[in-house]
């Protein structure tokens, strides 16, 4: 079993910064691959971005690409998410998700075994 814990969370102002924090415990963190998916009312949960178990290989959503930066501690179990220049439409709740590494990093929630709680994003404009 593992267990993920989101932090870092909150209200921010248009154009500001936050990072989230992803706590990973009860298994090998550095076999897996760590994703962060965000959800509104109402829509699926969307991808945002995810790294390979070595942390080399990421990748990001459109939308986030160039202001968004994941990346992991393998030491800490840990995985953050860097958000600059946030915008309104950034508002949601993120979770952080682990997938058993398969030589991929799914975007999409379907292949993902573990998840955490989430924490509230918002941003104001």
């Known amino acids: 079993q593992v267990q993920l814990t989101e932090s870092g969370g909150g209200l921010v102002q248009a154009g500001g910064s936050l990072r989230l924090s992803c706590a990973v415990s009860?298994?090998?963190?550095?076999?897996?691959?760590m994703a962060w998916f965000r959800q509104t009312p109402g829509k699926e949960r969307e991808f945002v971005g995810g790294?390979?178990?070595?942390?080399?290989?990421?990748y990001y959503s459109d939308s986030v690409k160039g202001r968004f930066t994941i990346s992991r501690d393998n030491a800490k179990n840990t995985v953050l998410l860097q958000m600059n220049t946030l915008k309104p439409e950034d508002t949601a709740v993120y979770y952080c998700a682990a997938d058993l590494w398969n030589y991929n990093v799914p975007m999409h929630p379907g292949p993902y075994d573990y998840w955490g709680q989430g924490t509230q994003v918002t941003v104001s404009s």
């Open positions: 790294t390979s178990p070595s942390g080399t290989i990421t």
């Open positions: 009860g298994r090998t963190f550095s076999n897996y691959a």
